[in-house]
């Protein structure tokens, strides 16, 4: 018996809920990576295990690696040991391992909001035995500990579970109105008033700003000053259900670069910036389905004309 490893191809997948992130991070309260190991082979055996996301942000395509702590792993080299049958076993052994926050920076990891998770594992036949090293058995002497059943095989099962439970730190979350047109004419309007009406009903605050795009999507003009839609609205303590929504009216007026950037607008963008409660410890807060958050935008327009 020698030692021998096996490296399996790269799988990967993605999460589509965090492509509509612009910036910022959650955390998820208790996120777990979990592999179910079914091996009938009758021999020690380990695994490595390499983690990364990638995403594209405005500094183009980044990489983050998972973090294992050393303290998940039993053996050198960054290896975890799986269960193997003994030579008088006649069932499969099972091994199940987690991957969380407590032997991972998993949390942070997804909070890091990747679109692309990559895993890169490999597998160690023989894992106690030196590199070069040949271990042979010769009954009577030596009594053999392990063989290899040709027949046998090895199944991995992965899941992956995301409780939503949440703190946000500041996420953006952008949302497109398309196919804007104004029906007066620009250059005789000596006024405009944006008017924007939120009925919070969201555990979180939120920010609000807006901006002018063009048919490239290029920002033409971007609001300065931030909606703020008031305090989180009260949660049930036990369901976490919102009693009743939290309505903010904010208004503010155009300047001359923003009307002049009507002309060619074609999509207004509004981007929400979340935060839940801070605290310590953290403060996690579940995600129901009947939360929403509703924005109306109006406009005051004053004309100007020569008669």
Same mark, same amino acid.
């Given at each position: 018996?020698?030692?021998?490893?096996?490296?399996?191809?790269?799988?990967?997948?993605?999460? /589509?809920?965090?492509?509509?992130?612009?910036?910022?991070?959650? &955390?998820?309260?208790?996120?777990?990576?979990?592999?179910?190991?079914?091996?009938? &082979?009758?021999? =020690?055996?380990?695994?490595?295990?390499? #983690? !990364?996301?990638?995403?594209?942000?405005?500094?183009? *395509?980044?990489?983050?690696?998972?973090?294992?702590?050393?303290?998940?792993?039993?053996?050198?080299?960054?290896?975890?040991?799986?269960?193997?049958?003994?030579?008088?076993?006649?069932?499969?052994?099972?091994?199940?391992?987690?991957?969380?926050?407590?032997?991972?920076?998993?949390?942070?990891? &997804?909070? $890091?909001?990747?679109?692309?998770? !990559?895993?890169?594992?490999?597998?160690?036949?023989?894992?106690?035995?030196?590199?070069?090293?040949?271990?042979?058995?010769?009954?009577?002497?030596?009594?053999?500990?392990?063989?290899?059943?040709?027949?046998?095989?090895?199944?991995?099962?992965?899941?992956? @579970?995301?409780?939503?439970?949440?703190?946000?730190?500041?996420?953006?979350? =952008?949302?497109?109105?398309?196919?804007?047109?104004?029906?007066?004419?620009?250059?005789?309007?000596?006024?405009?008033?944006?008017?924007?009406?939120? !009925?919070?009903?969201?555990?979180?605050?939120?920010?609000?700003?807006?901006?002018?795009?063009?048919?490239?999507? @290029?920002?033409?003009?971007?609001?300065?000053?931030?909606?703020?839609?008031?305090?989180? /609205?009260? &949660?049930?303590? #036990?369901?976490?259900?919102?009693?009743?929504?939290?309505?903010?009216?904010?208004?503010? $007026?155009?300047?001359?670069?923003? #009307? *002049?950037? +009507?002309?060619?607008?074609?999509?207004?963008?509004?981007?929400?910036?979340?935060?839940?409660?801070?605290?310590?410890?953290?403060? !996690?807060? =579940? +995600?129901?389905? @009947?939360?929403?958050?509703?924005?109306?935008?109006?406009?005051?327009?004053?004309?100007?004309?020569?008669?």
């Amino acid at each position: 018996f020698v030692r021998q490893s096996v490296d399996f191809p790269t799988s990967s997948f993605s999460i /589509p809920l965090f492509e509509t992130f612009e910036s910022g991070s959650f &955390l998820l309260e208790n996120p777990n990576l979990n592999f179910t190991i079914t091996n009938e &082979l009758r021999m =020690p055996l380990a695994i490595g295990l390499e #983690i !990364y996301g990638t995403k594209t942000d405005d500094n183009g *395509d980044t990489l983050r690696k998972l973090e294992i702590y050393d303290s998940f792993f039993d053996l050198n080299d960054s290896l975890k040991s799986i269960l193997n049958p003994s030579l008088t076993d006649t069932a499969a052994a099972l091994t199940f391992i987690i991957i969380d926050k407590t032997s991972s920076d998993f949390d942070q990891f &997804l909070g $890091w909001t990747p679109e692309n998770i !990559y895993m890169d594992m490999s597998m160690v036949a023989n894992p106690d035995l030196p590199v070069d090293s040949i271990l042979v058995f010769l009954p009577p002497d030596t009594i053999p500990d392990r063989e290899f059943n040709e027949d046998a095989q090895i199944f991995t099962n992965m899941s992956l @579970e995301l409780p939503m439970s949440l703190h946000l730190d500041n996420l953006a979350v =952008p949302v497109n109105l398309d196919s804007i047109t104004v029906d007066v004419d620009v250059a005789t309007i000596d006024s405009l008033q944006l008017r924007v009406v939120t !009925y919070n009903m969201l555990p979180f605050g939120a920010l609000l700003n807006l901006q002018f795009l063009n048919s490239n999507s @290029e920002v033409l003009y971007s609001l300065e000053e931030d909606f703020h839609v008031l305090a989180n /609205p009260t &949660l049930n303590s #036990i369901t976490f259900n919102i009693k009743e929504p939290e309505i903010n009216i904010n208004q503010v $007026w155009l300047t001359g670069e923003g #009307i *002049d950037a +009507l002309n060619d607008t074609q999509t207004i963008k509004i981007i929400m910036t979340l935060n839940t409660t801070d605290g310590a410890p953290t403060i !996690y807060t =579940p +995600l129901l389905e @009947e939360y929403t958050l509703e924005v109306k935008i109006s406009g005051k327009v004053r004309l100007s004309y020569e008669l």
